[in-house]
């Protein structure tokens, strides 16, 4: 008499399970890694978007055609107010109230106190490509500009009066960016990990009609050079690996600075990884960028 197996016996059971384990562990990882890039892409095109809305309202309100002519960007004390890596100079204070017109931010701490009182190792440490560097343990905590999109300004250089070069070279190349009135490190997704060029922090240029252009792309390489592949990321692939390169090294101090041109270029896509390979430690990990306006 035949007998019916209605069931799996518990070894097939086992072996499914397992089955499905391996394939889970095999694909989960990539999953992750589509899904974080995804974040950090609609963060990005965010940050973006809030940055150039209020640079444009405050051309408007001022009438003006440069941002140096704002009442906002003449606040600035001397010819120039650097933010970097937690510290704001004194110089800077009137120019950041001033800015609140425009932007909805706050002064955040980036570092951890103890039950005690003590100031601890910092929550903010970027990553660069010698090893994590983390905020100066001072007397005072340090603080960063953090946007209502969650954006933080890791390094911001903002010049009281626009810096200019040929305009009539620039504009027969193609270029659209004119004048320069900051240059900026924004991590898009504020405090959190994993603080790296490229990956969450993107350098751009601030032009002084109110316009972003990102470090690495063709009208920040007219600017700078006169030439616009010179500094153009696929050119000069420092800045953010090989067009077809599926994984980018961060080993130079430049390493990852033109990301935000090649995510751009790609329709804002990020279709690339991330590996931060141990290098000779950089003096200064801000932004290298217009070294001599620094």
């Not at 209502?148 to 190349?173: H, P, Q, V, W």
């Not at 800045?239 to 935000?260: F, Q, R, W």
Request: hydrophobic share 40%; charged share 20%.
């Amino acid at each position: 008499m035949k007998t019916c197996r209605n069931a799996f016996t518990l070894a097939e059971v086992l072996i499914t399970l397992g089955i499905i384990g391996v394939v889970a562990a095999m694909t989960m990882p990539t999953l992750i890694a589509s899904y974080q890039k995804r974040v950090i892409e609609t963060q990005l095109k965010r940050a973006y978007a809030v940055q150039i809305a209020g640079y444009e309202k405050m051309l408007a309100d001022a009438e003006a055609q440069s941002l140096g002519d704002t009442e906002v960007f003449q606040k600035i004390s001397n010819s120039r107010c650097t933010i970097s890596e937690g510290r704001i100079p004194s110089n800077c204070e009137a120019f950041i109230d001033e800015l609140h017109k425009y932007f909805n931010f706050s002064l955040i701490s980036a570092s951890e106190t103890s039950n005690l009182g003590f100031l601890m190792e910092p929550a903010y440490a970027v990553t660069a490509s010698s090893s994590a560097s983390t905020l100066p343990m001072e007397t005072l905590t340090p603080s960063y500009i953090a946007f209502s999109d969650n954006t933080i300004i890791r390094y911001g250089m903002f010049l009281r009066t626009a810096d200019t070069m040929d305009t009539e070279t620039i504009k027969s190349l193609g270029g659209r960016l004119l004048a320069l009135q900051a240059a900026l490190i924004l991590d898009v997704n504020g405090l959190k990990k994993p603080n790296i060029m490229g990956e969450d922090q993107f350098a751009f240029y601030l032009s002084s009609d109110g316009k972003l252009f990102p470090y690495g792309g063709r009208d920040a390489s007219i600017f700078e050079t006169g030439n616009p592949d010179m500094l153009y990321w696929r050119n000069m692939t420092s800045l953010c690996g090989e067009p077809d390169d599926k994984t980018i090294s961060i080993n130079s101090p430049m390493a990852g600075y033109g990301c935000a041109a090649r995510v751009m270029e790609n329709d804002w896509k990020i279709d690339y990884g991330v590996k931060v390979i141990s290098a000779p430690e950089d003096d200064d990990p801000g932004l290298e960028i217009r070294e001599e306006l620094n």
